[in-house]
């Protein structure tokens, strides 16, 4: 087989005829009208309704590449949990906003935080995700990722008022679960403790109850591993097992100094 007719075979079989670019621009687009961020105000009420039918006419037509049939109810459940999903991301950049000392206004979040950009995406692709829409949620959630740097995979399960600062290097997993008032830093990896295919239908990571602060670089894995309530985990650490609520985890690293200059004065003490 020719490398032509390779291309020829896999056009012929695969199974959704989606734009992935067009898929890609429509949740950038969204995101800018809904948050704000557009130039030119929409200063009337009948043009946002014109708008937000325009977004929902465009969204039936990709749903229509990856279910076929009833997509016009599936784009209907979208938007009817719309305002829900809105309003739990207002929480989130006002928590955002009262947790970061270099914020400041909710505005600011909103319009320049890569990690307020990944959560709301998370959000609406979660709701996708729930409704067993293929395809879709994911290359929204991995478009995010291409441009915070920030994985979170539209399965995981993550409470209302959720603080990601800085973010890169962010890695939270499918089968995740995080609860509400829960902070975390740039590294953070929520995973599995392997990857297998036969792991594919069982919880692989961890669970993050509520009030967790998880700082740079911790690694937390395992479907049973779960990081109890109130508890603060510091940077670097490595966690495969529970940890209790009110805990405080962290890494003791050894630093050494000493002169540079061997002909001088030794100077040799540990940090």
Request: contains cysteine; charged residues 25%; glycine residues 6%.
């Amino acid at each position: 087989m020719t490398f032509t007719e390779q291309l020829h075979l896999g056009y012929q079989n695969r199974k959704f005829d989606i734009d992935k670019r067009k898929t890609e621009d429509f949740i950038d687009r969204l995101f800018r009208f809904i948050f704000l961020l557009e130039y030119q105000r929409c200063s009337e009420i009948e043009l946002i309704e014109q708008r937000l039918s325009s977004f929902k006419a465009e969204f039936t037509e990709i749903l229509a590449t990856v279910k076929t049939g009833n997509e016009e109810a599936e784009s209907d459940i979208f938007f009817e949990k719309f305002a829900e999903i809105y309003r739990s991301l207002e929480n989130d950049a006002q928590y955002i906003f009262e947790n970061d000392p270099a914020a400041q206004s909710v505005e600011e979040v909103m319009f320049s935080y890569p990690g307020f950009f990944a959560i709301a995406v998370y959000r609406l692709s979660h709701e996708l995700f729930k409704n067993k829409i293929p395809l879709i949620p994911r290359i929204w959630t991995e478009y995010a990722h291409s441009k915070t740097g920030i994985d979170i995979h539209p399965g995981a399960e993550i409470g209302e008022n959720f603080f990601i600062d800085h973010g890169t290097g962010i890695v939270i997993g499918e089968t995740t679960v995080i609860g509400k008032k829960v902070k975390i830093y740039q590294g953070v990896t929520l995973g599995a403790l392997s990857v297998t295919k036969d792991l594919q239908d069982q919880k692989r990571h961890p669970t993050i109850e509520d009030h967790v602060v998880i700082y740079a670089n911790a690694t937390i894995l395992g479907g049973e591993t779960v990081i109890g309530e109130n508890s603060l985990i510091g940077g670097n650490v490595w966690i495969t097992e529970s940890v209790a609520p009110n805990s405080v985890v962290f890494h003791k690293g050894q630093v050494t100094v000493k002169n540079k200059f061997p002909a001088n004065e030794p100077i040799n003490f540990i940090i």
